[in-house]
């Protein structure tokens, strides 16, 4: 399986740059699934029902989020009525939706996707190593194809989620960071693995808002509010390569695209 996810599509030019490409990228890439974090595909914070919408539309199998899934309420409804649109699945339970998903592929191929948060520097959410374990034994022997989005802030920790799933899924892959790294990687026992796939956002930014906001709030440390950067959006995520067969990864690269 071909295999596209995107890091974290940021405000309108995110949501333009993916919805325009996607189509095309499918094609070219002759891919089997088409993924990304939408968490702040909304203003640059948050995702709402109408943008989750044009993302599906745009051909995304799923989305996932991070810790910025609350902030519409709208989105609420979305995550308990379309399963393919995932939180981390460590929050507390109660909160809506759900954190994994079981999918068939256009193909048919069956696949499961988990998104998790990370603690360190984050919100004190439940422990995601000991989520992962549990989720790992909700998922059925014969889904071999096998999706972490890990949305944290720390290399360390990320790595260690790596690790510490390899041979158990097919990829983990680190968001929220928004910058993507050059550690692409077959881990020793088979699982594809990235520290960031960076952002869908604009080219010329802090993260995707805009560069004199956030230099002015470093020199003046006064609040300030952010504002999405008003330029032309790169695209950036992981391409992989998953045999079906046994769920463990063939291959991984960074992508990027304009």
């Known amino acids: 399986m071909r295999i596209l996810f ?4 940021v405000g309108r030019p995110g949501r333009k740059a993916v919805t325009e490409t996607l189509p095309r990228l499918r094609r070219e890439l002759g891919l089997d699934l088409a993924l990304g974090n939408a968490e702040n595909a909304s203003g640059g914070i948050g995702v709402n029902a109408k943008a989750a919408r044009e993302l599906f539309s745009a051909g995304f ?3 996932t989020s991070g810790n910025h899934i609350w902030k519409y309420k709208d989105i609420y409804n979305v995550l308990l ?16 939706g759900n954190g994994l998903g079981l999918y068939e592929s256009p193909g048919g191929e069956p696949y499961a996707v988990i998104n998790l948060m990370g603690r360190t520097y984050m919100e004190a959410v439940d422990c995601p190593f000991q989520c992962a374990q549990s989720l790992l034994d909700r998922i059925p022997g014969d889904v071999r194809v096998r999706l972490v989005d890990f949305h944290a802030e720390a290399t360390s920790e990320k790595r260690a989620m790596g690790y510490f799933l390899d041979g158990r899924v097919s990829a983990v892959l680190g968001t929220h960071t928004h910058v993507q790294t050059a550690d692409a990687q077959v881990l020793p026992r088979g699982t594809a ?3 960031d796939l960076g952002m ?9 808002m805009d560069a004199t906001i956030i230099i002015n709030r470093f020199l003046s440390h006064l609040p300030a ?9 790169n695209l950036s995520g992981a391409l992989l390569d998953i045999d079906p067969k046994t769920g463990l990864a063939l291959a991984v690269s960074p992508w990027k695209g304009e």
Not at 81 to 96: F, H, I, K, V
Not at 225 to 233: G, I, L
Request: glycine share 10%; aromatic share 6%; with cysteine.
């Open 6 to 9: 995107l890091g974290d599509i």
């Open 61 to 63: 199998d799923v989305l």
């Open 81 to 96: 009525e379309n399963p393919r649109l995932l939180r981390p699945a460590n929050y507390p339970e109660g909160a809506p």
């Open 193 to 195: 693995y990235l520290t």
């Open 200 to 208: 869908c956002g604009p080219a010329r930014s802090v993260l995707g």
């Open 225 to 233: 509010r952010f504002e999405v950067a008003k330029n032309p959006a």
